[in-house]
C-alpha cells in the first residue's frame, strides 16, 4: 500500500457520528427534565457534560480530514497559490454563515420587516444558492445566475435585518462567530499552517505546541492580550491535532505498522486526558464555554480513542454498514448542520408544537434522537437528488 483512498471511511463515520450528536445535543437543549450528564455544564462550573464533548470533536475532525482533502488537490496538480485561494474562499464561506447564523440569535422578532421563522428559511436558502455543489452538467451561466441571484437575496436580508429591540437598535455585528465561523476562523490558520509546512511532522508538532501553549498562557493569566483571528487558540489548537493524527494514521497504514498504531493511538488519546486532567487546576478547570486547556485536551484524547475504536470497526473490520443509517451526515455534513434551521422554522410556520410528553425526560430524549434522524433522512432526500452544500 502505497497510499490511501481519497475517502478514509472511518473519518466519514467519526465526522457522521458526531454530525447526528451535535443535532440531537442541541434538539436536547429544550428538553427539560433530563439527566445533568448529558446537557452542557455551566460556564462558571468545573465540569464537563456529554453535549460538551461534541464541538470539540467537529473541530478535531475537520483536522482529520484536511490533509486528505489538500494532499488530493497538490496531486491534481493545484499550484500553492491556488491551494491558498481555495483555503481563503472555504474559511470565508464558514465564517459568513456563522456571522448570518450568529445574527439570528439577536433578531427583533416584533419590529423586523420578516417574520423569523421567514427570514431563517430564506438566509438558509441563499447558502444553498451560493455554495451549493452544482452539477458539472449544468452550464456555467446558469450556475452563475444562480449564485449571484444568492448573493443578492443574502445582502438584501442584511439590509432589512433589524436586530436588537426597538428601544436599542442593532444592526448586524459579530457577537460571537457562530459554530460554523470558528470552524472557518480555525480552518484558515490551520490549513495555511499544514500547507507551508510541506507535511512535516516536526513543523507540525511545533505548531500544535506553540497554538496549546497560547491557549494554556490565556487561561493561566500568563498572556493578557486578545489575538483576533486565533482567540485563546482552542479551535485551532484541536484542529492541528486531528492534522497530526492523520498524518500519522496514514504513515502508519502505509507502513503497515499495526502494531505502533494501537500503541501510539492509545497512548496520545490517555496522554491527552491525563493532561487535561493535570492542567485543570491551574488553568481555570473544564468548562467547554471558556474553551480551558482541560477541556481542549480532555476532549481531544476522548475523540482520539474513539477515532480508534472506530478504524477498528470501519477499517480493519470492513463493518461500515452498521453506520448506514446516518451515512449521509457524514458526507454531507454541512447541509445537515443548516437542514434544522428550516425544519424548526417549518414547525414554527405551522403553529407545531411536540406533546408535553416529547419534551420531558426520557421522551424528550427519544424525540432528539428522533430529530437527528429526521434531519439525516432529509438531507439523504436531497444528496439523492444532487442537492448539498459544498464549500
Same mark, same amino acid.
Given at each position: 500500500?502505497?497510499?490511501?483512498?481519497?475517502?478514509?471511511?472511518?473519518?466519514?463515520?467519526? #465526522? !457522521?457520528?458526531?454530525?447526528?450528536?451535535?443535532?440531537? =445535543?442541541?434538539?436536547?437543549?429544550?428538553?427539560?427534565? %433530563?439527566?445533568?450528564?448529558?446537557? &452542557?455544564?455551566? !460556564?462558571?462550573?468545573?465540569?464537563?457534560?456529554?453535549?460538551?464533548?461534541?464541538?470539540?470533536?467537529?473541530?478535531?475532525? +475537520?483536522? *482529520?480530514?484536511?490533509?486528505?482533502?489538500?494532499?488530493? #488537490?497538490?496531486? /491534481?496538480?493545484?499550484?500553492?497559490?491556488?491551494? $491558498?485561494?481555495?483555503?481563503?474562499? #472555504?474559511?470565508? $464561506?464558514?465564517?459568513?454563515?456563522?456571522?448570518?447564523?450568529?445574527?439570528?440569535?439577536?433578531?427583533? #422578532?416584533?419590529?423586523?420587516?420578516?417574520?423569523?421563522?421567514?427570514?431563517?428559511?430564506?438566509?438558509?436558502?441563499?447558502?444553498?444558492?451560493?455554495?451549493?455543489?452544482?452539477?458539472?452538467?449544468?452550464?456555467?451561466? /446558469?450556475?452563475?445566475?444562480?449564485?449571484?441571484?444568492?448573493?443578492?437575496?443574502? $445582502?438584501?436580508?442584511?439590509?432589512?435585518?433589524?436586530?436588537?429591540?426597538?428601544?436599542?437598535?442593532?444592526?448586524?455585528?459579530? &457577537?460571537?462567530?457562530?459554530?460554523?465561523?470558528? %470552524?472557518?476562523? !480555525?480552518?484558515?490558520?490551520?490549513?495555511?499552517?499544514?500547507? *507551508?509546512?510541506?507535511?512535516?511532522?516536526?513543523?507540525?508538532?511545533?505548531?500544535?505546541?506553540?497554538?496549546?501553549?497560547?491557549?494554556?498562557?490565556?487561561?493561566?493569566?500568563?498572556?493578557?492580550?486578545?489575538?483576533?483571528?486565533?482567540?485563546?487558540?482552542?479551535?485551532?489548537?484541536?484542529?492541528?491535532?486531528?492534522?497530526?493524527?492523520?498524518?500519522?494514521?496514514?504513515?502508519?497504514?502505509?507502513?503497515?505498522?499495526?502494531?505502533?498504531?494501537? +500503541?501510539?493511538?492509545?497512548?496520545?488519546?490517555?496522554?491527552?486526558?491525563?493532561?487535561?486532567?493535570?492542567?485543570?487546576?491551574?488553568?481555570?478547570?473544564?468548562? /467547554?464555554?471558556?474553551?480551558?486547556?482541560?477541556?481542549?485536551? +480532555?476532549?481531544?484524547?476522548?475523540?482520539?480513542? =474513539?477515532?480508534?475504536?472506530?478504524?477498528?470497526?470501519?477499517?480493519?473490520?470492513?463493518?461500515?454498514?452498521?453506520?448506514?443509517? %446516518?451515512?449521509?451526515?457524514?458526507?454531507?455534513?454541512?447541509?445537515?448542520? =443548516?437542514?434544522?434551521?428550516?425544519?424548526?422554522?417549518?414547525?414554527? *410556520?405551522?403553529?407545531?408544537?411536540?406533546?408535553?410528553?416529547?419534551?420531558?425526560?426520557?421522551?424528550?430524549?427519544?424525540?432528539?434522537?428522533?430529530?437527528?434522524?429526521?434531519? %439525516?433522512?432529509? =438531507?439523504?432526500?436531497?444528496?439523492?437528488?444532487?442537492?448539498?452544500?459544498?464549500?
Amino acid at each position: 500500500m502505497n497510499a490511501l483512498p481519497k475517502r478514509i471511511l472511518s473519518i466519514d463515520v467519526l #465526522r !457522521a457520528v458526531t454530525m447526528f450528536l451535535m443535532i440531537f =445535543v442541541n434538539d436536547v437543549a429544550g428538553v427539560s427534565h %433530563i439527566p445533568d450528564w448529558i446537557k &452542557h455544564t455551566e !460556564a462558571n462550573e468545573d465540569g464537563m457534560g456529554f453535549s460538551d464533548i461534541i464541538f470539540s470533536a467537529f473541530l478535531f475532525i +475537520v483536522g *482529520l480530514s484536511m490533509p486528505f482533502a489538500l494532499q488530493n #488537490r497538490i496531486k /491534481k496538480g493545484n499550484s500553492l497559490p491556488s491551494n $491558498a485561494f481555495y483555503i481563503l474562499l #472555504r474559511s470565508l $464561506a464558514l465564517i459568513v454563515m456563522g456571522f448570518f447564523q450568529v445574527n439570528l440569535e439577536n433578531y427583533d #422578532r416584533s419590529s423586523a420587516l420578516l417574520p423569523y421563522p421567514v427570514y431563517t428559511i430564506l438566509i438558509t436558502i441563499s447558502f444553498f444558492l451560493i455554495w451549493l455543489a452544482y452539477p458539472s452538467t449544468m452550464s456555467k451561466t /446558469k450556475k452563475n445566475l444562480l449564485i449571484i441571484a444568492g448573493v443578492i437575496l443574502l $445582502a438584501t436580508l442584511a439590509f432589512f435585518y433589524k436586530g436588537g429591540s426597538a428601544t436599542h437598535p442593532e444592526g448586524l455585528k459579530p &457577537h460571537w462567530w457562530g459554530i460554523l465561523g470558528i %470552524i472557518g476562523w !480555525a480552518y484558515l490558520v490551520s490549513a495555511f499552517v499544514y500547507l *507551508l509546512s510541506k507535511r512535516n511532522m516536526l513543523v507540525l508538532a511545533i505548531a500544535f505546541t506553540l497554538f496549546a501553549g497560547i491557549n494554556i498562557a490565556t487561561h493561566t493569566g500568563n498572556l493578557n492580550i486578545h489575538l483576533w483571528i486565533i482567540g485563546d487558540a482552542s479551535a485551532v489548537t484541536l484542529m492541528l491535532a486531528g492534522i497530526l493524527i492523520a498524518e500519522l494514521y496514514e504513515k502508519l497504514m502505509i507502513q503497515k505498522k499495526y502494531l505502533d498504531f494501537w +500503541v501510539l493511538f492509545n497512548f496520545y488519546g490517555l496522554l491527552a486526558i491525563a493532561f487535561g486532567m493535570f492542567i485543570r487546576p491551574y488553568a481555570g478547570g473544564i468548562s /467547554k464555554i471558556y474553551a480551558t486547556p482541560a477541556w481542549v485536551f +480532555v476532549c481531544m484524547g476522548i475523540t482520539i480513542l =474513539v477515532f480508534e475504536i472506530i478504524i477498528y470497526i470501519v477499517d480493519f473490520k470492513g463493518k461500515s454498514n452498521l453506520f448506514k443509517a %446516518i451515512k449521509s451526515a457524514g458526507t454531507s455534513t454541512l447541509t445537515c448542520y =443548516v437542514t434544522p434551521y428550516i425544519i424548526y422554522s417549518l414547525f414554527s *410556520l405551522l403553529h407545531f408544537q411536540f406533546p408535553h410528553f416529547l419534551s420531558v425526560g426520557i421522551g424528550g430524549i427519544l424525540r432528539s434522537i428522533a430529530m437527528a434522524f429526521l434531519v %439525516i433522512i432529509t =438531507v439523504s432526500f436531497l444528496e439523492k437528488r444532487k442537492i448539498r452544500l459544498k464549500v
